[in-house]
Nanobody
């Protein structure tokens, strides 16, 4: 009954910002890996950013470094992705994911639970 629900997507112009949210329910592990992924039409799914709890270590894809910030509000069981200086190449469906296996957080692709996705569209 683990559920992840993304929100905050939308349409913005190049250079704009969005903050994506992922509300997590039914997940109470003491340690876990969470991440944001995206999939653009005609492209493979791409890991964008990841965070380890409780260590708080983060990892960013090269395309996101310096522009995106992943964070957690543990009290609200919410994962965030702050996206700044958006580019048309950022256009994609964005998904949050969580896995109780905290190890290999920065490299694994087989996350156990996924949200339904939220669309981000960046126009030129």
């Amino acid at each position: 009954q683990v559920q992840l629900v993304e929100s905050g997507g939308g349409s913005v112009q190049t250079g704009g910002s969005l903050r994506l949210s992922c509300a997590v329910s039914g997940f109470t592990d003491d340690y876990y890996c969470m991440g944001w992924f995206r999939r653009a039409p005609g492209k493979e799914r791409e890991g964008v950013a990841r965070i380890i709890y409780p260590g708080g270590f983060t990892f960013y894809a090269d395309s996101a470094k310096g522009r995106f910030t992943i964070s957690q509000d543990n009290a609200k069981n919410t994962l965030y992705l702050q996206m700044n200086t958006l580019k048309p190449d950022d256009t994609a469906m964005y998904y949050c994911a969580v896995d109780p296996r905290g190890h290999e957080c920065f490299t694994r692709v087989d996350f156990s639970y996924w949200g339904q996705g939220t669309q981000v569209t960046v126009s030129s």
